[in-house]
């Protein structure tokens, strides 16, 4: 599944070469705003490049109430407000993996700013999984047609005059992507706060021991390097949300994977740990959506669009 795991390949060492440069030239380092979601605990971030204003957005938000099905676009519109305000010109909707905790927003900030939507490749891989869970008919592409651009390891694009490089860091899902833009790191679910620890494993196509290699590659970028997360869950006895570290507090106190800690010793500690977790209420309606590049299925019949709920299966 990994392309690579090790941690001086040509993937990691392009990606080391962007954060170098961009801390060599502080004036040409990415602006990075994030807005949070206290429903889902979910970051999204806005990262543009001060020269051009040329913009990305990294794992947007749809409002969703699980009980009425209704959808809603609060968290996109400020979005919308924050880039009409600046300035920019998006170019990129970036999504780590298929989430399981909320709903892409992608879809409406394409059709309202413009931009490319793009993941991992290995989103076949998911599409193929749960395309049988949800059994969807032959209509629904597995193929990840639904998205502009599939990254590989080791990609690289632009942001203006920022460069960026993409890592495939699987294990949480197979389809995990870190997003390397100029001296910032965008982690998605793969690591939390340094002390809250690091993403479950325990989905379909999860892998305790591929989260862990994909942990370690993360940490071999620069130590300044800036990480943003996906999530934050207010660990006990902090009372505020945070959703950006570096790599070298990562490094030195995650308390899941910091220095010192093997693999063994981390897979035992996820797989215990995972088992004792519930599912993210809205993992059944996420990747459903999610897997379509945050379209929703096609409507029936009467005009009515559905989200389904396989009984006795995960």
Known sequence: MLASTAPKDGALVRAASIVTASVAQPDARPVVRSFFDDASFTATHVVHDPKTRSAAIIDS????????GRTSRTSADAIIAYVEAEGLTVVWHLETHAHADHLSAAPYLQQRLGGQLAIGRAITTVQDVFGKIFNEGTEFERDGSQFDRLFDDGDS???????AAVLHVPGHTPADLAYVIGDAVFC??????PDYGTARADFPGGDAAYLFRSIRRLLSLPRESRVFLCHDYKAPGRDTYVWETTIGAES???????AGIDEARFVAMRTARDATL??????????????RGGHMPPAEENGTRYLKIPLDLL
Request: aromatic share 8%; proline share 5%.
């Open 61 to 68: 938000v749809l409002d969703f109430d699980q009980a009425s």
């Open 157 to 163: 694009f632009e942001i203006g005059a920022l460069k």
């Open 188 to 193: 998605g679910d793969t690591l939390f706060m």
């Open 252 to 258: 030195d106190a995650n308390v899941h994977v910091h």
């Open 278 to 291: 519930s599912m993210p209420k809205l993992i059944l309606p996420a990747i459903q959506v999610n897997m």
